[in-house]
């Protein structure tokens, strides 16, 4: 799990996670991105990759630019997810640091491994120091869904959910990746506590974002691209200002 898993910190804190998708983006959790409802400057986040203990920074990357889902719902946590276009690029991949490719079919059953560095119990103050993983089996969707109604916290259909007794994801694993069959199944959103019985973890569901992540790519690099033109029309118009 430790070449695609990414560390997000916020004015160098750590605080979520995050999983890279090609060389120059992370996927996460819209939720990671907001403070008080409100998005982040990407110039107070950073991503840091090919870490296993939290205080590495050895490879740590600047974020140039935040896209969140437009359709996001902070109080349902509908459409939880966000891209951050880092500064640069990843590099050359290698054995600590390459991509995983997204599941484009809906996960319905079978096992999968969620990681992080967040809390191991509910209510813990600190993230631990070490990346660690577990894996955890998917849950019916219906079950699921019944169980989080009774809350009134209906998880909606572009979720999907993964955990058992005393197995799950927990506070400060937000945005951190779900994989099922070596690929990327989902994205740490919500849950009640952390490891209970009858409320899995929350994931929202990759497969059903698939167009929308590919959609976000294409906007970075028109946004990039844009950024650097001007940066160069700016740097023609300073020589010719100079030679006059």
């Known amino acids: 799990m430790l070449f695609l898993q990414a560390s997000l910190r916020y004015k160098d804190a750590p605080f979520c996670g995050g999983t890279i998708i090609d060389e120059r983006h992370v996927l ?37 630019h935040i896209f969140i889902h437009k359709d996001y719902n902070p109080k349902l946590q509908y459409d939880d997810i966000a891209i951050l276009r880092i500064s640069g690029s ?84 937000s945005g951190g990746p779900l994989v099922c069959s070596n690929t ?3 994205i740490v959103s919500y849950g009640v506590e952390c490891g209970l019985e009858m409320y899995p973890g929350v994931y929202t569901e990759v497969a059903k974002y698939v167009n929308w992540i590919e959609q976000q790519k294409q906007r970075s690099s028109s946004i990039t691209n844009k950024t650097s033109l001007a940066l160069l029309l700016m740097l023609v118009i300073s020589k010719n200002v100079i030679n006059l």
């Open 28 to 64: 996460t959790a819209a939720h990671c991105c907001l403070i008080e409802n409100k998005k982040m400057s990407a110039s107070d986040l950073s991503v840091v990759v090919g870490n296993l203990n939290i205080d590495d920074k050895t490879v740590l990357k600047t974020v140039q």
């Open 90 to 173: 990843f590099g050359n991949w290698t054995d600590k640091i390459r991509p995983i490719n997204l599941t484009k079919t809906s996960t319905t059953s079978g096992n999968c491994t969620v990681s992080g560095w967040g809390t191991t119990a509910w209510n813990e103050d600190m993230i631990i120091q070490w990346l660690r993983y577990v894996e955890i089996p998917i849950v019916d969707w219906k079950i699921c869904n019944q169980q989080y109604s009774k809350i009134n916290s209906p998880i909606g259909d572009k979720a999907i959910c993964a955990g058992n007794t005393n197995k799950d994801s927990c506070q400060g694993d």
């Open 184 to 186: 990327l199944t989902g």
